[in-house]
């Protein structure tokens, strides 16, 4: 394919549907990979081990994001906007987050040995740092396929690091299982998507020279695409960090399995959100911004109600079912948190509109809001409420973030960014599973959500709001 491709031209006419579809494809292959690897690790190594894994796991991921992980929507951005860039923008991010790495892994390593951790942990510690040098090339080629709506590349790689993790860990923890081993199957998956990732990427190089990105905009960029999701990812994990230290480990193992669940649901969002980026960024800024902005917030709007229906009215049994009457508390806590999806999902438009716009700074302002109120409101209420105030904090923490939003697009593109429409389908969901709520100690759960789902499809049928989604999704089809 050309590079000289754009993005518009790409989709001329086409739905977005089968893009996005195949975005979170690569997400849910990921995902289930990763969940199916942790578990065979687990029962592997034993808790100690398992807990250690997992410790060095967190910082890498928190390594990763100080390295330039979120660098990769900036690749995306810019190479939709000027796709004769891509090639030079993927070689000086690669550089840049490789440089980065190796200045940081070696601080890491030094922290863990003033903690006083053994030196077999640091010696492990050391080499699944080496994954984050493959992680630079395999993040912005991820980019450069996503700024070419190449979606279908980015279900390639994540198949690629999945067989290698399964088939390699298997094998090495079919023998002695020890933390090296499985700190060898992950830098060795990692290892393999990158390379695949770069030959990738070669073959859409075009054959003429291509014009070069200078060093200072990648690492002015690098400055504000890796503070955001730093800031992010902070206020996503401190409240297992708070729960921990004020309510025991119990209490953040009872909070943090819904919590996955909400993480996990994000799939649905980032698959259509990154079809709709290159698109909406090689569009020059339009009249049409509002329409596309208000088609975005509907769709992911009503798309968040579904799971948020279903698991309000299954948590329960599923908990129950699959985790057993010691987990029982986490059924209540992932009803109440699973109404966070909601104003995340809207977020998650709204972001993306932003960062089309070349608003990203404004993301450290918003981020950093969110996160000095999530800190202050679980200080303050997990003491006295535990896991439940983490839950409700968190719906606080993305509804601000929304108001923010909001505010910002207010200003900025002189409209309000909130569809008048999906307030109806918010207070036709709340019914439903309050009337659910009422009649369900008398027939199964599984019959009521079934009713209720139905219940819920032919309202929004008769409301417009599917309709809504079916526009929603030929975003591509008008040109700028």
Known sequence: MSTTTRATDLLPGALLLPRASQAMFSQ???????FFFLFL????????????????????????????????????????????????????????????????????????????????????????????????????VQGRFRAANR?????????????????????????????????????????????????????????SPSPRVTWGAVWRATATFNVYPLITNIYDRVDIVILSVIAGNAAAGLYALPY??????QIIPFGLTAAVLPVLTARAESPDDRQTCLRLATVL????????????LLAKPLVHFILQASYAPSADILRLLVWAAIPMFVNYGLNTFLLARSRERLFVWTSTVCAVANVTLNLILIPRYSYYAAAAVTIVTEVLLLV???????????????????WFPVAVLALIVAVAEGIGSRISPFVVAAAACGVFTIVLYFSGSLKDIAESMNLGATRA
């Open 404 to 422: 923010q939003n909001v505010v910002i697009i207010r200003r900025k593109f002189a409209f309000l960014p909130l569809p008048g429409r999906l």
């Open 301 to 312: 709007g009503v798309l968040s109600m579904f799971p948020a229906l279903v698991l309000a």
């Open 260 to 265: 996955r669940v909400l993480a996990t649901l």
């Open 41 to 140: 690790a687990a029962r592997k190594l034993g808790p100690e081990i398992f807990g250690t894994y997992v410790l060095l796991l967190a910082v890498t991921e928190t390594l990763s994001l100080m390295t330039g992980e979120g660098l990769a929507d900036y690749v995306a951005r810019e190479a939709a906007k000027v796709p004769d860039l891509a090639r030079s923008l993927v070689h000086r991010v690669s550089a840049v987050r490789c440089l980065l790495a190796l200045a940081l892994a070696p601080l890491a390593v030094m922290v863990l040995r003033l903690l006083h951790y053994p030196g077999e942990v640091q010696q492990a510690a050391a080499v699944l740092f080496l994954a984050l040098l493959a992680r630079g090339p395999l993040a912005a």
């Open 151 to 207: 979606m279908d590349l980015l279900v390639w790689l994540e198949a690629v690091q999945g067989a290698v993790l399964l088939a390699f860990g298997t094998y090495l923890l079919s023998g002695a299982a020890t933390l090296q081993v499985v700190i060898a199957a992950e830098v060795g998956s990692t290892a393999a998507a990158a390379v695949t990732a770069i030959w990738l990427a070669s073959r859409m190089s075009p054959d």
């Open 28 to 34: 849910v292959l990921r995902r289930t990979v990763r």
